[in-house]
């Protein structure tokens, strides 16, 4: 079992939708929650972060932790074609250098 | 300020032959990463260097070998590459024990 699974999607969704992605992991011992975004044939760029849990809203890009139940969510309000991209999730523990990340959300918004 | 560069951008091996695929940062950075990203398998972490003169293994290290040249500079060297090592490489870099991981573009690689 990955530590950390993501749905890849493909995911459609008309602009103006509300879009929710979510990851689950099974180390309780994440405590860094990240999401980053990833426009096709670019490198990934940090779009949030968070190290509690609850909700963190940023214009309209919302990410939501919940460490009972290992699930972590990030909702986008009032989508726009330009949220067309790849998105990731991305944990770690305190203290530890490296990135655990999931396999990436494919995300297309229709005009 | 250019961020995080990689070269090549792209690259065509035979199986077999060897190459060394450059990064540099230049926001003074402690920590660098090499990453690889396939499909359904995310990103996963080869290598990173938390220093100057530190390298340590990560998830998928067999069949690599990395130098951390000086703080701006880390390489990626595939000796003997093999079609398994067809992906996109990512190179990131960060301040230590940071949030946040600063990617380059990536280097497209196939081996046939």
């Known amino acids: 079992q990955k530590e950390v699974e993501q749905d890849p999607g493909p995911l459609s969704v008309p602009e103006g939708a509300i879009v929710s992605l979510n990851c689950t992991y099974s180390n309780s011992a994440f405590q860094y929650f990240m999401w980053y975004r990833q426009y096709s044939r670019k490198g990934p760029e940090l779009l949030m972060y968070t190290y509690s849990s609850g909700n963190k809203e940023d214009g309209r890009f919302t990410a939501q932790v919940d460490k009972s139940s290992k699930y972590i969510s990030l909702f986008i309000r009032d989508s726009q074609p330009s949220d067309s991209a790849t998105y990731l999730c991305?944990?770690?523990?305190?203290?530890?250098?490296?990135?655990?990340f999931g396999t990436g959300t494919r995300l297309t918004i229709i005009p | 300020n250019a961020g995080v560069t990689q070269t090549p951008k792209f690259q065509v091996l035979k199986t077999g032959q060897s190459m060394t695929l450059q990064c540099a940062q230049d926001?003074?950075?402690?920590?660098m990463y090499w990453y690889r990203q396939d499909p359904g398998m995310g990103l996963r972490l080869i290598y990173y260097?938390?220093?100057?003169?530190?390298?340590d293994k990560g998830e998928v290290p067999n069949g690599y070998n990395v130098s951390r040249l000086n703080k701006r500079e880390f390489s990626l060297r595939l000796e003997s590459a093999a079609p398994s090592q067809t992906s996109v490489y990512f190179c990131a870099s960060s301040e230590v024990f940071a949030d946040t991981q600063y990617f380059g573009p990536g280097t497209r690689l196939t081996v046939l």
């Open positions: 260097s938390a220093s100057e003169g530190t390298t």
């Open positions: 991305a944990m770690k523990v305190f203290g530890n250098e490296k990135l655990t």
């Open positions: 926001m003074n950075h402690n920590s």
